[in-house]
């Protein structure tokens, strides 16, 4: 099972926490795995290279595990445009889930320093 967890502060998305494998294929075809990375990885590119966002990452490939979190330095337009971002990979994955969803679990939780944690 593959769970990602979008944080908020007020209403803006601040980043996200994905872990797990989905266990719907092997490894290499699995489609929700590929589904789940690509919408994931799409947001960071755009927040890194059309919104000049330096987030911050963690990744670990073994676990599945995907941390994006954005810094807390942003000008109010900065933090609308990488709201906006994080709300389309958001409703993408809510998708994803409603049609695999013994594989995937999407949720949006309000964030703290522990809940971003590296």
């Known amino acids: 099972m593959t769970r990602v967890s979008f944080f908020k502060k007020g209403d803006l998305l601040t980043g996200f926490h994905a872990e797990g ?9 699995d489609i929700v795995c590929a589904g789940v990375s690509a919408l994931l990885q799409s947001a960071v590119i755009a ?3 059309l919104l000049a966002i330096p987030v911050e990452l963690k990744t ?7 941390i994006c979190r ?8 900065q933090q609308e445009k990488a709201d906006l971002l994080l ?3 958001h409703l ?6 409603d049609e695999y969803p013994e594989h995937l679990r999407v949720s949006i939780k309000e964030a703290t320093k522990n809940a971003e944690a590296f």
Not at 60 to 66: Q, R, V, Y
Not at 70 to 77: F, I, M, Q, R, Y
Request: no cysteine.
């Open 60 to 66: 670990e490939k073994k676990t599945g595990l995907f």
């Open 47 to 49: 927040l890194a290279e």
């Open 87 to 89: 709300r389309s990979a």
């Open 21 to 29: 494998h989905s266990g719907y294929a092997p490894a290499g075809s």
């Open 92 to 97: 993408g994955l809510l998708r994803m889930a």
């Open 70 to 77: 954005l810094p807390a330095a942003l000008t109010g337009e």
